[in-house]
């Protein structure tokens, strides 16, 4: 793997050029990604470079050790922290334990001492690191993880959010065996008003579950698992014939419940499918099944295709789902993933249709549906700036590629608008907190977390946005501005530096002379009395 990062930090600069030279960095696996000689700094390093490694000594100016571990700890737990340092007393020892510090090593460091240091942390990290990686212990959580999986897909079946070409995927990734090759979907009603003595509802319902997985769910081959406060069974039928069957049996185990455990148990029995994508509308056919409890009485069983008899019809598909694809498409996917989603919506919904009249539906659906889409997202088409029905009249008479063209066309524009409208937005995010700055810089409370806190953003997002949109980290131009300002005051006013160090956001003097030093070159007199001079 890549070397582990090290930042170092002390205000002796011959002692780190010490470390760095005597150390063999590379052939313990680490390397040195900079150095600074005081608190502030290094946290300002840290936060920018997010080092595996930060060695750092305790006596520092602006912020010591302590203190600079204390944040390290607090927003990068991951980093390691190694103190290094001539003072050798129990109080610091102590903090540094709490802080859970890697190692206390005193000054002079040895160079023999520090590389056993290293050595052993980076054993440390190698076997952390194997760890996450191991694949027996992922293999574990996985199957520890399985059932909730398991049950997640069930649930993603009924509510019909997955497709038929994603079923045998998620069956294959869930180990998962339903061979069919008809389901029907029951839904097990426990009434909550209607409980034997002082008994806990929900305990009512959890032991209804237990008798229905030993008493139906085997015979059945059925899958079960818990929605929406029921138990739902989705059962595998050899043929249709087997329906009354399971309908007969389903009404024995009401009747059972109630008489063994005193619960008042009511079985919904959906529409037979012959497909696992059919479960939605099994399900809702169960769950409609059940509500017919208030005619026909509970404490039995309920078959919907017995109390509402169906005529053999040809099914008109629902377009919802592939809709609701396409419109995530135009949120979140590329091109290609937009004119993939444009065919599976001609493909599944617009070209297999049946008749003329079901054809005119879809349309009418289509244009509806992106209207509403349109108005939503807030965005202006001139497709939907005029007559709504002189544009769908229009598309009724186009041949199916022009009709795939135009909705391409239309999902494309749509997903420009709005990569357009976030960056604008984006844009606007950032010169807020440009302005923010602008009109507070001489606050010394002014910071990362209260720029964001004013934005309603968090310091993550808000970081990675600023980086992005002006090529620098927040704090470092916060940092810039505030020296602008500090040189345009002593060019033109007579103010002492510990005057401009205050209206520039800086308690402390020194800290705002070593600042300014560090981004022009001179200290702030000096700076002064050379433009001062220029001036004349």
Known sequence: MDKYTVLLADDEEEVIQIIIKKIDWDGLGFS??????????????????????????????????????????????????LFFTGFDEFEYA??????????????????????????????????????????????????ESLPLLQAEFYASLIEGRIEECEVQKYLDDYQLSLPGPLFCCLVIHTSSEQVPGNINPVLLSASVQKQVNERLAEKWNAKSFSYLGNTILIAQLKSESELPELTDECDRFCKYARRIIGAVVTIGIGKVCNKLDGMQQSYKSAREAVSYRVIYGNSRSINMKEIVPQKTVQPVLSNDTVLSNLFKMIRIGSEEDVARAVSQYMGQTVLPKNSLQQH??????????????????????????????????????IEPDALREWLERISLSFREKLIAARNKSTKSFVDQAVEYVHNNYADEGLSLDSVCSELGVSNSYFSTIFKKETGNPFISYLTDYR???????????????????????????????????RRFGVSPSKYRTEHTENDK
Request: charge should be negative; proline fraction near 3%; aromatic fraction near 10%.
């Open 483 to 517: 020296m602008d300002k500090a040189a345009e005051m002593l060019a033109r006013t007579n103010d002492k530096s510990y005057i401009i160090a205050k209206n520039t956001g800086y308690t402390d003097p020194n800290y705002f002379s070593y600042v300014f030093k």
């Open 360 to 397: 005119h539906i879809y349309i009418m659906e289509l244009v509806s549906a992106l209207y509403k889409f349109s108005v939503n997202v807030d965005i202006s088409m001139e497709e939907f700036s005029g007559n709504i029905n002189e544009l769908y009249s229009s598309l009724l008479d």
């Open 32 to 81: 040195v990604i900079g150095y600074a000689n005081n608190g502030v700094k290094a946290l300002e390093m840290v936060e920018e470079f997010q080092p595996d490694v930060v060695m750092t000594d305790i006596r520092m100016p602006y912020m010591d050790g302590i203190e600079l571990a204390g944040h390290i700890k607090a927003d990068f737990p991951a980093t390691r922290i």
């Open 94 to 143: 102590k903090e540094a334990v709490h802080l859970e510090v890697e190692e206390y090593v005193l000054k002079p460091v040895n160079s023999i001492e520090l590389s056993g240091v290293f050595s052993q942390l980076k054993a440390k990290l190698d076997k952390e690191i194997s760890e996450k990686r191991n694949v027996e212990i992922l293999q574990k959580y996985y199957m």
